[in-house]
């Protein structure tokens, strides 16, 4: 395989990366302050350390990483359907990752990928654990957690610290 195939390969994982910091993102600021909002942001950062990763690598091989990302699909505002839409996310990053070690002979390169694709699987486990948990709480419960914080830049703007 030679340099250009990869970096395509590299470049198709930068662009899911950037959909998944895109999406986790939005979902964070849409569900509020809670543990999930937290979870949500703190797989983003990883996913931003993922793109770091990949773009130097694409570098390395002499290409141009790209700043492109899938459409995006945001339907669902529910914490159940975010969570559903996230544990999608890392599933498909998982299996194009698998695709991307087998055909990929560069043995570094494929150590990064595997690293990546172990992370993914935890981000897997952790949202498809979060959804699990969400069914078990009541619906009181889950208007809380959907609920917006009170603290936000706008209350801040308008003096709503005090």
Avoid at 36 to 62: C, K, P
Avoid at 96 to 117: F, G, N, S, V
């Amino acid at each position: 395989m030679n340099n250009e195939e990869v970096i395509k390969m590299l470049n198709a994982d930068i662009t899911g990366e950037i959909e998944a910091i895109l999406t986790y993102l939005r979902h964070q600021f849409v569900c509020g302050v809670c543990e999930i909002s937290h979870t949500m942001e703190e797989t983003a950062m990883d996913e931003m350390r993922h793109v770091e990763w990949l773009s130097e690598t694409v570098v390395d091989l002499g290409g141009i990483p790209t700043i492109e990302h899938a459409e995006l699909h945001l339907e669902g505002e529910d914490l159940p359907a975010m969570l559903k839409r996230d544990v999608g996310l890392e599933e498909s990053a998982i299996k194009q990752y698998e695709e991307h070690i087998d055909a990929i002979t560069d043995p570094k390169i494929r150590r990064l990928l595997k690293k990546i694709m172990n992370e993914e699987i935890e981000h897997q486990e952790e949202f498809s654990e979060k959804l699990h948990e969400l069914s078990f709480i009541g619906e009181e419960s889950k208007q809380e957690i959907n609920e917006k914080p009170e603290l936000t830049v706008g209350s801040l703007k308008e003096g709503g610290d005090k």
